[in-house]
């Protein structure tokens, strides 16, 4: 990280906030999905899909930050319809954003027993 800082940037961190600091992210690629595309997806670093997905689940969830008994292609026909023809992301982003919130714990993906998911934001409400 450091070797990539300008000069400039070295100097203002006096104390080694930079290299103290842990990326939010993880740099491991992402080969489940798409292994079988020949394509890999970085983890880290937040993209536009991403974005887009989190605000959806937000305005979808109901007031407890659940949205219950549904399937990924449900959510994705349903944004479709959200953005009419405004939607910036293809299908395959969609899937993948929900696959990196999943594994960042914003989200939970539970799985149900007719192949239908309980999605949950982890962090919606403050507990106290």
């Not at 842990?22 to 798409?34: I, Q, V, Y």
């Not at 696959?99 to 409400?125: A, P, Q, W």
């Amino acid at each position: 990280m450091l070797q990539h800082m300008t000069y400039e940037e070295r100097i203002a961190d006096v104390e080694g906030f930079v290299e103290k600091a842990k990326p939010s992210f993880s740099r491991r690629a992402m080969s489940t999905l798409a292994e079988k595309a020949g394509r890999k997806h970085k983890l880290y670093g937040i993209t536009n899909a991403d974005l887009e997905v989190f605000l959806y689940l937000h305005k979808k969830c109901y007031t407890n930050g659940v949205i219950p008994n549904v399937t990924i292609h449900m959510m994705w026909e349903d944004y479709k319809q959200y953005k009419e023809e405004f939607a910036y992301i293809q299908h395959s982003q969609f899937y993948i954003a929900l696959k990196k919130l999943n594994l960042h714990n914003i989200i939970s993906i539970e799985n149900g027993v007719d192949g239908r998911y309980t999605i949950k934001l982890t962090h919606f409400m403050n507990e106290e």
